[in-house]
């Protein structure tokens, strides 16, 4: 590589002295933060020079391969392209493909999420890894299809509300079609612990004001999701599965996430667009059309009421998620405040504060049925009286804890809305 910083190499982070190991042809780099960022830090592996096919050939002899992938005797020219998630190549051989280097590896499910894909995906055909790390993407070159993104700009700028509905259901149902289809693979309890920690970081690296622990629910269990999608990924039903993003490699994964952070991805990237055109439509109204749409295709119990359920974590601890990611990458690439991550950090405390106000009718309700079975075990068998009694105190729990139910942000409120 020259001597210029790579697009996808964190600006504000410096590079120092690495000797991990490698596959020839690639140079280990290793960056780290200074002042404000200290504890941000990063291990890359970044490929040397490629401009011919035997440079290709030579690249990618000592890695392992998976799939399918363009013979190397076939192969008649490569150019290349930078990018902010990795260096991606243009491969002419007997037919036309595209190689992207991931940078910082992946998850180690890039294979599981390519293989087991819907039909119409677009997910790569093969690729090349080094000791179980993802080192390099393939994938077939289409003709150039028009993602969702262009579209919903321009509906979003021009206020015209059904085709964003469209859209959106449009969008939420193809992610839905992908998370049906990983359910059928895996499906494990909630990672609480590692979740919430991970949170913890984040809020460490960025010396956060506010924190957010969430308990969870059943019904957002670990499985193969995406873990970033965003509306120019999609095109028509097709989803491309793509690389992961700069926080993945500042604070790797170390647990499955459930699909609903993947909802959680593309509802804020509709955030982003909404913020970016200036929209006047109402972003809660988009935002539910998008949600809906994933909840016709999803897992029925991924998408029920209990899974978005926000005084355990629902779908906004997730976006609070996201929007850390946001402002961690911002500040890796010292790229200025991203919008509207931080506009809407700046409302958690206020969403926070409504969410625990709300539990004094959670203690309301279970005080109500302590008291009312109290009253029936000291006094059994009960009079009329005493009958009446309890009964009102089980009828006050009840309608306590539905009040409480009730009062749980919906999903498709932003922050700054609750």
Known sequence: MSDVKPRWRPQ??????????????????????MGGLTGMSADFIEPDKITTPSDWESLVA?????????????????????????????????LEWIAEFLPWGSDGLLRTRSRNAPENFDAPTGGFFWKERDVVI???????????????????????????????????????RFHK?????????????????RNEKIEGLLRAQFIWR??????????VTLMDVRFSDLSGESIRISVPRLSDALVPHDSEKPAIRDLASLVHDLSRIHHRVESELGLSELRSYLIEGWRKTAPDEWASDRAFYSHRGGLAIWEYEQCLMDVLEASANQSGAPQPAVKMLMYVKMYQKRMFNNRTFAA????????????????????????????????????SFRTYRRMSPPPEKPFMDV
């Open 12 to 33: 504000a982070l410096r590079q120092v002295s690495s000797d991990f190991d490698t596959p020839s042809g690639f140079t280990p780099i290793r960056v780290v933060g």
């Open 364 to 399: 309301l309700s279970f005080m109500a049925f302590f008291f009312g079975a109290s009253s029936l075990i000291n006094q059994f068998p009960p009079s009329i009286l005493e009958f009446v009694t309890s009964a009102t105190f089980f009828l006050v729990g009840y309608l």
């Open 214 to 223: 969430a308990p969870y629910t059943k019904e957002q269990p670990c499985t």
């Open 62 to 94: 000592d890695l392992d391969q998976w799939g399918e992938v363009p013979d190397p005797s076939t192969i008649s020219s490569i150019s290349s392209e930078e990018t902010s998630r990795g260096l991606v190549l243009q491969i002419s051989a007997e």
């Open 138 to 176: 393939l994938r077939r070159k289409v003709e150039d299809r028009e993602s969702v993104e262009p579209e919903l700009e321009k509906a979003l700028r021009g206020g015209d509300l059904e085709s964003c509905r469209t859209l959106l259901e449009e969008s939420g149902k193809a992610l839905g």
């Open 181 to 197: 289809s990983m359910s059928n693979i895996r499906n494990l309890p909630p990672d609480q612990k590692r979740w919430n920690a």
